[in-house]
């Protein structure tokens, strides 16, 4: 570094020490207190039962592989369950997003309310959309199916309608102004620009319903977890063990194959 340099970063203002963020640092102790004490946390005891972790840690790090022919099919439904949801809740995502889209529904009344549903559907928790599902047609994977799907819908129809609202106008224009109707003005001048996006938004719902789909089978919601639990209930680590390290492998590559679909999309 040259003197010149030097000199300069000597001289640059130093920043002063704002009372605002005291009182927010003075808030967030606050809060930790505040939580620990409603809480009732207490890092003693986990402390106290770490060993009871680290036997049981142990313990999965010996999975049961002769469980193996008992988890890949379920594995496989697990799959299929994220697939089903992903397709449905996509293609409901689609039509809706054009619906709530400014540029393309005028009607603000309209995409007011149907963007007040959208946000209504997009508060509910996956497993609580299990849970629902569960209690109206039943323990199984269509339970699972119908939550993924609805969870599909509140993050494609939220990240597509955005995409919508963000491409070039000039192609609407020009199919405007020589008469073409919705339908064409759609098809022609909005789908070309926002396809690519739908397809990777498609993906990473893909992605977080496999993920989700593990957990949605504590509920009954159908899938591996269901088998996950019961394994943690009979105190069975052994093919718990097996189970999470098929779950974490399957997962790890359909991650990186969605992502690596998504960067080719986007280039």
């Known amino acids: 570094m040259s003197k010149t340099e030097r000199d300069q970063l000597l001289t640059l203002p130093k920043k002063k020490f704002n009372f605002l963020n005291l009182i927010w640092l003075i808030i967030f102790i606050g809060g930790i207190f505040v939580s620990t004490d409603v809480t009732k946390t207490s890092l003693g005891a986990f402390f106290a039962n770490f060993s009871q972790f680290t036997d049981i840690f142990v313990q999965m790090m010996h999975p049961d592989w002769s469980y193996l022919g008992t988890v890949v099919p379920l594995l496989l439904e697990t799959i299929k369950m994220a697939i089903l949801g992903t397709v449905i809740g996509s293609v409901v995502a689609f039509i809706y997003a054009l619906l709530i889209a400014r540029n393309i529904v005028k009607n603000q009344a309209v995409t ?27 323990i199984g994977p269509v339970a699972g199916v119908l939550a993924l799907a609805i969870a599909t819908f509140g993050i494609v129809v939220k990240l597509f309608y955005e995409a919508i609202e963000t491409i ?7 199919l405007t102004a020589v008469g073409a109707n919705k339908l064409q003005i759609i098809v022609f001048a909005v789908l070309p620009q926002v396809m690519t996006y739908f397809i990777s938004y498609c993906l990473y719902a893909f992605e977080i319903n496999v993920r989700a ?16 639990q019961q394994t943690l209930q009979v105190f069975d680590y052994g093919k718990t063990g097996t189970i999470i390290i098929v779950i974490i492998v399957v997962v790890v590559l359909i991650d990186y194959v969605s992502s690596k679909s998504r960067e080719a999309l986007m280039e």
């Open 213 to 228: 789909s593990t957990v949605l089978g504590y509920i009954g919601a159908g899938g591996i977890g269901l088998y996950l």
């Open 112 to 138: 007011g309310v149907l963007r007040i549903m959208m946000n209504i559907i997009r508060t509910v928790p996956d497993l609580l959309l299990g849970a629902i599902f569960v209690a109206i047609v039943g």
């Open 168 to 174: 070039d106008p000039g192609p609407i224009e020009a």
